[in-house]
């Protein structure tokens, strides 16, 4: 069994746990296989991270994913209020 994430519609969460191929569906779909845990907060934070890091010195960066959309990351500077 191997480590899934997924994403959910109704809760608008990212979940983590273990998975398997979800017979009668199309390759490539997962179904989880009993206790999945909520990664939401930790995903984006990931996310951003290699952001960040795929940015490097420029000011941002560009991710495509192809048939679903783009992402575009613009670093700015946080404001002190911003931090809190």
């Known amino acids: 069994m191997a480590i899934g994430l ?10 983590a746990g273990k ?3 979800f017979k009668g569906a199309k390759e490539g ?5 009993g206790n999945k845990e909520d990664v939401t907060e ?6 951003l991270m290699l952001l960040l890091h795929k940015s490097g010195e420029d000011e ?3 991710v495509v994913a192809p048939g679903i959309g783009c992402l575009t990351f613009t670093k700015e500077t946080p404001t ?3 931090e809190k």
């Open 29 to 33: 779909v997962m179904r989880f296989t």
């Open 19 to 21: 998975s398997v191929p």
């Open 42 to 47: 930790q995903a984006i934070h990931a996310v």
């Open 6 to 15: 997924g994403f959910s519609p109704l809760s608008g969460n990212i979940y």
């Open 60 to 62: 941002g960066c560009k």
């Open 80 to 82: 002190a209020k911003e």
